[in-house]
């Protein structure tokens, strides 16, 4: 069975940090692009990062570059994202996703549209 399963959500005060995993099963990672998104209470899906499969290019969106850091480790077919420095604007079920075919150059990169397999999310959730 094809599927992408995030883990490493939870409950955390302004200022801390988490790490997120999403592993996949059934399909390698390697050769895929590979993304985070997150979906705030009542916000529209956002793409935050993501590594592109033409070249490695990492993107970051505004609201998380410096604070963000996604990471992806082939050999046990899992990405991550180490989150820093968490604000109550953080908060939200935070999404993986993988493409098949290329995510190259920021807009498709961090573009929902561009991939084709989603993890079941995770919720963060950051107290002030």
């Known amino acids: 069975q094809v599927q992408l399963v995030a883990s490493g959500g939870g409950l955390v005060q302004f200022g801390g940090s988490l790490r997120l995993s999403c592993t996949a099963s059934?399909?390698?990672?390697?050769?895929?692009?590979v993304a985070w998104f997150r979906q705030g209470p009542g916000k529209e899906r956002e793409g935050i990062s993501c590594?592109?499969?033409?070249?490695?290019?990492?993107y970051y969106a505004d609201s998380v570059k410096g604070r963000f850091t996604v990471s992806r480790d082939n050999a046990k077919s899992t990405m991550y994202l180490q989150m820093n420095s968490l604000k109550p604007e953080d908060t939200a079920v935070y999404y993986c996703?993988?493409?098949?075919?290329?995510?190259?150059?920021?807009?498709?990169?961090?573009?929902?549209?561009?991939?084709?397999?989603w993890g079941q999310g995770t919720q963060v959730t950051v107290s002030s």
């Open positions: 996703a993988t493409a098949r075919g290329l995510n190259s150059g920021s807009y498709n990169c961090l573009r929902g549209a561009t991939y084709d397999s």
């Open positions: 059934g399909f390698t990672l390697t050769y895929r692009g």
């Open positions: 590594i592109s499969s033409r070249d490695g290019t990492i």
